[in-house]
């Protein structure tokens, strides 16, 4: 039975930046992953990573940024940690091997993003998440005596000691179908977010909210679900990002009159305000009737207006974007958009260490909820996050290893827990609905009343969808009934996990009853600081429903001020 100091689950880019920080501190590592690790999604993190490195900007102005980005939910104390952190990580990366793009002058060149006061974001062209990616993966490989890796593992649930300590997981061998325990002091959730939760999104099918289920099931708290970013510019036809940097080379947005329209939302900013005001300004102009496209269900993005030269140096992804699944050379004509589901900004409750509050139980990345984001994220801000928490949980579990003993391993009794239910989802009659079926209904549910604009009536009904599709989850069936590869059995676990995250969220949106970041309630249009200022817990309470607390927001230097752009 395989035993290790600290175990990582998932393999983007806080898996393995936490692998490698608890490797270089001494620890025996293994990192999981139902993916091979270059194919995670951290890969589709186009941009670029912010931070304060211009000699003329100071973290501080990095960290007020994201304060204000984040409508003031954001925990100041974590936000002063990853902003001031920012410079060396970013040094660190270009030290082992990522070749950000440099300007005239040799220095790394830095371009504008969204909710920022000055250009502050590095990058590679527009494929910076994979760029890192595969760096941070050479460098795994150096450490191939000190770090196990387990590819295209699938992990079914996290197993907990009579204290309720993390001491391992539960995942089965996707190749062989064979299940085995795992026994770890730590483990480190970096699964991602649960961007499958909504049809379309921009998250890769993977993103299905495995870690965020399975800590909510060992009553982790999941904090700020409700947060749900949508990104102001994907593709109308099938949800895939076109990045910000578009914007930030100075690309407009226009209506169907031909207007630059977030003059009227953002005067000083324009297209350059936070992701949350440019897709709220985009959807109403589609609801009051200025969309662009067949149905006016979109917004043309006019990238024509950058020099054609610095497109294909600087956005050479999304030219080919544009030309294999828009038909539309971005150099020649504007693009049709919409806004996109994107990002989740709420996750696993965590301290700034990526510790949770059940012991042995760290969290980083998308699954992680640190509340460096608050209500809304900035963009080139996620890489940021990822890296800088999965460091520190790497180094915070490595050194919690070297004073405690190896946890006792799982029974076989709890082994045959996770194979018992595997087996009761390959021997379901063809009589219940289909697991795609399912996924479909909650995508669509979840895009329409859980999205740029919300409302008590709209989310009540998505509830009750959500409850319903829990029961119908139960017998929905499987065709592949075999070992090897069966990714037939592995998404109607998927879908369990997802169901989970979409009724923390839909619960979560249900009771703040105010306009804060991406949590816009028609029928509350203002933010209501007197009661609302406050984090949304939410944990499982008995077999299956969700409880809802409060956390205070930390304040350290910033008070909370309208927020205008």
């Known amino acids: 039975m395989p035993q290790h100091d600290v175990l990582i689950l998932g393999a983007g880019l806080a898996g393995q930046r936490a692998a490698l920080a608890a490797a270089d501190a001494g620890a025996?590592?293994?990192?999981?992953?139902?993916?091979?690790?270059?194919?995670?999604?951290?890969?589709?993190?186009?941009?670029?990573?912010?931070?304060?490195?211009?000699?003329?900007?100071?973290?501080?102005?990095?960290?007020?940024?994201?304060?204000?980005?984040?409508?003031?939910?954001?925990?100041?104390?974590?936000?002063?940690?990853?902003?001031?952190?920012?410079?060396?990580?970013?040094?660190?990366?270009?030290?082992i091997g990522v070749t950000f793009h440099r300007n005239e002058t040799g220095e790394l060149d830095l371009r504008a993003f969204g909710g920022a006061s000055m250009k502050r974001t590095a990058y590679v062209a527009d494929i910076t998440g994979q760029a890192i990616l595969h760096v941070l993966y050479e460098q795994l490989m150096k450490y191939h005596e000190r770090v196990d890796r387990y590819e295209e593992w699938f992990t079914t649930s996290l197993l907990q000691d009579e204290q309720g300590t993390c001491t391992g997981c539960i995942a089965r061998n996707i190749r062989t179908g064979a299940l085995e325990a795992f026994t770890a002091k730590n483990v480190i959730l970096a699964t991602g977010g649960a961007g499958q939760c909504w049809k379309p999104t921009t998250n890769a099918l993977i993103c299905t909210g495995d870690g965020i289920s399975m800590a909510y099931r060992i009553d982790a708290p999941l904090m700020d679900m409700?947060?749900?970013?949508?990104?102001?510019?994907?593709?109308?036809?099938?949800?895939?990002?076109?990045?910000?940097?578009?914007?930030?080379?100075?690309?407009?947005?226009?209506?169907?009159?031909?207007?630059?329209?977030?003059?009227?939302?953002?005067?000083?900013?324009?297209?350059?305000?936070?992701?949350d005001v440019v897709?709220?300004?985009?959807?109403?102009?589609?609801?009051?009737?200025?969309?662009?496209?067949?149905?006016?269900?979109?917004?043309?993005?006019?990238?024509t207006v950058v020099p054609k030269k610095r497109t294909l140096e600087a956005l050479r992804e999304i030219v080919?974007?544009?030309?294999?699944?828009?038909?539309?050379?971005?150099?020649?004509?504007?693009?049709?958009?919409?806004?996109?589901?994107?990002?989740?900004?709420?996750?696993?409750?965590?301290?700034?260490?990526g510790a949770t509050p059940i012991p042995g139980l760290y969290a980083a990345g998308e699954?992680?909820?640190?509340?460096?984001?608050?209500?809304?994220?900035?963009?080139?801000?996620?890489?940021?996050?990822?890296?800088?928490?999965?460091r520190r949980s790497g180094e915070h579990a490595a050194e919690r290893a070297k004073n405690m003993r190896m946890p006792e391993p799982a029974t076989p009794a709890r082994l045959r827990q996770d194979a018992d239910m595997i087996d009761a989802i390959l021997s379901r009659p063809k009589t219940g609905r289909r697991v795609s079926e399912i996924k479909e209904e909650l995508g669509t549910e979840m895009n329409k009343n859980v999205a740029v604009f919300r409302d008590e009536a709209g989310l009540q009904h998505a509830h009750e969808t959500v409850r319903r599709l829990k029961e119908e989850a139960k017998t929905a069936y499987v065709d592949d009934r075999g070992t090897v590869f069966n990714?037939?059995?592995?998404?109607?676990?998927?879908?369990?996990?997802?169901?989970?995250?979409?009724?923390?969220?839909?619960?979560?949106?249900?009771?703040?009853?105010?306009?804060r970041g991406a949590q816009f309630r028609t029928d509350f249009p203002e933010r209501d600081d007197e009661?609302?200022?406050?984090?949304?817990?939410?944990?499982?309470?008995?077999?299956?429903?969700?409880?809802?607390t409060y956390s205070p927001v930390t304040i350290t230097d910033w008070q909370p001020e309208e927020r205008k752009y």
């Open 28 to 95: 025996t590592v293994a990192i999981m992953s139902k993916v091979h690790p270059v194919r995670s999604h951290s890969v589709a993190a186009a941009g670029g990573i912010n931070a304060a490195i211009n000699v003329a900007d100071d973290w501080r102005s990095h960290a007020y940024d994201t304060v204000k980005g984040s409508d003031f939910l954001g925990d100041q104390d974590a936000i002063e940690v990853m902003c001031s952190e920012a410079p060396n990580e970013v040094m660190h990366l270009e030290h």
């Open 226 to 275: 409700e947060m749900v970013q949508y990104h102001p510019t994907t593709l109308v036809e099938n949800g895939f990002l076109i990045t910000e940097g578009a914007r930030g080379e100075g690309a407009h947005l226009l209506n169907s009159e031909g207007e630059r329209f977030m003059e009227k939302y953002a005067p000083n900013k324009m297209e350059l305000a936070s992701r």
């Open 279 to 303: 897709s709220r300004a985009e959807q109403t102009e589609i609801n009051e009737g200025r969309g662009v496209g067949e149905d006016g269900s979109g917004i043309y993005l006019d990238i």
């Open 320 to 353: 080919n974007i544009g030309k294999d699944f828009a038909g539309v050379d971005i150099t020649k004509e504007p693009i049709l958009i919409r806004p996109g589901q994107h990002y989740i900004m709420g996750g696993v409750k965590t301290d700034v260490d």
């Open 367 to 390: 699954v992680a909820c640190v509340s460096v984001h608050g209500g809304n994220r900035l963009g080139a801000n996620s890489l940021l996050d990822t890296l800088i928490f999965g």
């Open 487 to 515: 990714q037939d059995v592995l998404g109607a676990i998927e879908l369990g996990f997802m169901l989970d995250c979409a009724e923390a969220t839909v619960v979560a949106a249900i009771e703040r009853k105010e306009s």
């Open 531 to 548: 009661t609302w200022l406050k984090h949304i817990d939410i944990s499982r309470n008995g077999e299956d429903v969700p409880s809802v």
